[in-house]
């Protein structure tokens, strides 16, 4: 079975930083897409950023140059740095992966495997 958990999500204030990370149990990790979403209240959910299998990323404009999104593959972990927060920030962040990969995808249907999801919240 697939098992997915997020950690590092927490409070601050605007313009702070946090990394989130992804432990994926897993067999072949290397042989998935993996990716970041989140959901903000009364919000769909929204694809942040993605990671293919040679190590490419992808982000959504709302985050670019703000967050990095990276991995281990000899831990099964995911990361996404996410620098100077803003308000607009502030959802719950999943972690996903998918198989077969769809590189580049910030398409939550696109991913079969979800965590429960880390709350970040940025105060003004």
């Known amino acids: 079975q697939v098992r997915v958990v997020e950690s590092g999500g927490g409070s601050v204030q605007a313009g702070g930083s946090l990394r989130l990370s992804c432990a994926a149990s897993v067999s072949r990790f290397t042989t998935y897409s993996v990716a970041w979403f989140r959901q903000a209240p009364e919000k769909e959910r929204e694809g942040v950023a993605a990671?293919?299998?040679?190590?490419?990323?992808s982000y959504a404009d709302s985050v670019k140059g703000r967050f990095t999104c990276s991995k281990d593959n000899a831990k099964n972990t995911l990361y996404l740095q996410m620098n100077s927060l803003e308000a607009e920030d502030t959802a719950m962040y999943y972690c996903?992966?998918?198989?077969?990969?769809?590189?580049?995808?910030?398409?939550?249907?696109?991913?079969?495997?979800w965590g429960q999801g880390t709350q970040v919240t940025v105060s003004s």
């Open positions: 990671i293919d299998l040679d190590g490419t990323t």
């Open positions: 996903a992966l998918g198989r077969p990969p769809l590189p580049g995808s910030l398409r939550a249907t696109d991913y079969n495997y």
